[in-house]
């Protein structure tokens, strides 16, 4: 690109060429009819270079960028829009976002993320249609009948539908207002061509020239596939009018050294930008100074023309080559985002082929895969070359995921859906004979079917607590039906108790007087009061340890010989094994502990007898012969009281 592109259509008329004159050759100048023409190069010199820079990709960007731009003077605030990681949003985020765009941004420079988010959106709801598919003809359902909206759905819907009603309404007023900017401009292109045939002062000729090109400057914009042809024609003309100013070249002059000052003033700060790293604020402003440089300054002194857009161009070209480093940088991100993701796809796949035959083992495998699935949505953007295959394999790996969990699920739904007839039946057993008086009969029938409900396994979770209740309720009425009747049939026994109760408390406080033989007789009563009451409740036995507990608490604390104590003690012991139903066994395995504890002691006295033996030659009063003898004295009358115990048992089977 030069300052003067090869001029194509502007307004769809027919080409006019024009053959250059040098301003000493006109005298009238020629005056085109059409405001379309084609400029002959000055020279093969010139040729050769704008070829060159018009093959350019910088500047062939920066003009379809500012192109863009021509059609709304508004437009370039896109660039201020800030771009998002849609595919790491959620549907009700990307509703969201959409909503906050359309509240705070003008609505033509929102297309690019409205388009993004509306892909975005759409696919992730695809998924989930997807699921909800599979599950509705899983759970028996007609694929024909299924159908599936939420209030995310709709709301982005709702939000597209008002997105979409006003760019249409905005572009139907711009469409208008584009076609008939472009038809001003092409009437002013054609009056500064009049001037060319105007002889009259030239000073007042000048005038209306700057005059036309203030209304040239504030004629709005026009369609882009025009802006670039409008601008080259335009441009040329007013290089042909400056031509036409030789006769007075003072005017002429003083305009093109203050557009080569501007001019010079736009590459410095082009140049200053090719040293700022901020990739695309530099790019931004570069557009802005080619459309200054393009729209907002005329010709300079042809001496100087090729100098200063060669500098303009090479600093346009290293800006452009920062830049296409900078994304090449970014495609490198890219690839390595695109690894991390398929290594994620590659994980759900081998969660995916895992077979799980457990509902906690798949809510472990559900939780791995919704964090999976959380780190592909976060592991950034991939080469657009890649993008839709790439969703595509973790959409199919995903949905294999949801088969085999609904599959499973299915599968799980069948066997507690059997769980819950089969404990429903065990319910109508239990509500046929919750009042039957028949306990004999029914009690054993009873405990078995509260045996099978725990080995059922689980039913549907909407079920679970209505129908335990409903079994509990049918089991507790019955078995409190029960219990009611055989307290009543024993309330002697409960009256017992209730009595032993009292007795037990009164041992407890009773203080012993001192007097051994009076408070032996005083325990003796005790028990003979105790025995007397008689049997209790069978889960209320345990009463019974705790009396001859507090008994042998109370004998314990008498001062009396420890061999009389202990027949005391064990006397009362065999009142408490008599008052025993299983007294006759409870009374054998006493007799043989007793007979076992005095073999236990004649063993031990004939070893110290033999002990003895050790010490002929010792005399008798030897510390060591002493306590041999001491013992042996201890173990013989351990033995009598053994004996005595033994001798005592026996009676009791008289």
């Known amino acids: ?377 976060n592991a950034g953007k991939v080469p657009l070359k890649v993008n839709e295959a790439t969703w595509a394999k973790f959409k199919d790996t995903v949905r294999a995921f949801n088969r085999g969990k609904n599959k499973f699920y299915k599968d799980l739904k069948k066997d507690q859906y059997e769980n819950l007839q089969k404990k429903r039946e065990l319910i109508k057993i239990a509500e046929e004979n919750k009042d039957s008086d028949d306990f004999a009969v029914v009690t054993p029938l009873m405990k078995k079917i509260q045996n099978d409900w725990k080995k059922i396994g689980h039913v549907p979770r909407r079920d679970s607590d209505k129908i335990w209740k409903q079994f509990k309720n049918a089991c507790n009425h019955y078995f409190d039906r029960m219990h009611a009747q055989r307290k009543a049939e024993n309330q002697h026994l409960y009256d017992a108790f209730d009595k032993k109760v009292k007795l037990l408390e009164d041992l407890k406080a009773m203080e012993l007087s001192g007097d051994n033989k009076a408070d032996v007789e005083t325990l003796k009563t005790k028990i003979a009061e105790w025995k007397e009451v008689g049997y209790v409740p069978q889960n209320k036995r345990y009463i019974d340890g705790k009396f001859y507990k507090a008994i042998d608490d109370a004998f314990d604390k008498l001062k009396m010989e420890k061999s009389k104590l202990e027949m005391v003690k064990f006397e009362s012991k065999l009142e408490n094994l008599a008052n025993n139903d299983d007294d006759t066994r409870l009374l054998d395995h006493e007799q043989n502990f007793i007979r076992k504890k005095i073999g236990e002691v004649k063993s031990e006295i004939t070893q110290l007898e033999n002990n003895l033996q050790f010490f002929t030659n010792v005399d008798s009063d030897n510390p060591l012969v002493k306590d041999v003898h001491k013992n042996i004295a201890k173990h013989k009358k351990e033995l009598e009281t053994w004996k005595a115990k033994l001798t005592k048992i026996r009676g009791m089977y008289s």
């Open 1 to 377: 690109m030069s300052e003067n592109d090869n001029l194509q259509d502007a307004d769809g008329k027919k080409e006019v060429e024009l053959q250059n004159t040098t301003p000493q050759e006109e005298s009238t100048p020629q005056v085109e009819e059409h405001a379309e023409v084609k400029i002959e190069n000055e020279s093969a010199e010139d040729s050769d270079n704008e070829s060159k820079v018009d093959s350019d990709d910088a500047h062939s960007e920066i003009e379809a960028s500012n192109a863009e731009d021509a059609e709304d003077e508004s437009n370039a605030e896109r660039h201020d829009v800030e771009e998002k990681d849609y595919h790491a949003m959620t549907m009700q985020d990307l509703a969201e976002e959409l909503n906050r765009l359309l509240k705070h941004h003008k609505i033509q420079t929102i297309s690019k993320q409205v388009n993004e988010i509306k892909t975005e959106f759409n696919a992730k709801f695809g998924e989930l249609l997807e699921e909800k598919k599979e599950e509705f003809i899983n759970d028996g359902g007609n694929e024909i009948d299924f159908y599936y909206t939420n209030d995310t759905k709709k709301l982005f819907n709702q939000l597209y539908k008002d997105y979409k009603q006003s760019i249409s309404a905005y572009y139907k007023e711009r469409e208008h207002n584009l076609k008939q900017n472009l038809e001003n401009r092409l009437a002013i292109i054609e009056e500064i061509k009049g001037l060319l045939s105007v002889e009259e002062n030239m000073g007042s000729t000048y005038k209306t020239f700057k005059e036309l090109q203030e209304k040239w400057r504030n004629a709005g914009p026009i369609p882009r596939d025009k802006y670039n042809n409008a601008w080259n024609t335009y441009h040329h003309h007013v290089e042909r009018f400056y031509d036409f100013l030789h006769l007075n070249n003072d005017l002429r002059d003083m305009d093109f050294k203050h557009n080569y000052d501007q001019k010079l003033k736009i590459i410095e700060r082009a140049e200053e930008l090719a040293k700022d790293n901020n990739i695309n604020r530099v790019f931004r402003e570069l557009q802005v100074l080619h459309k200054l440089w393009k729209e907002e300054l005329g010709p300079v002194a042809k001496e100087h023309r090729e100098e200063i857009w060669e500098r303009f161009s090479n600093a346009t070209k290293t800006i452009h080559d920062k830049r296409q480093a900078y994304y090449a940088d970014l495609d490198k991100a890219y690839e390595k985002n695109l690894e991390k993701k398929e290594e994620i796809i590659a994980k759900i796949q081998a969660v995916a082929e895992d077979k799980a035959n457990a509902h906690s083992a798949w809510q472990k495998k559900i939780k791995e895969v919704e964090a999976l699935r959380e780190a592909f949505f």
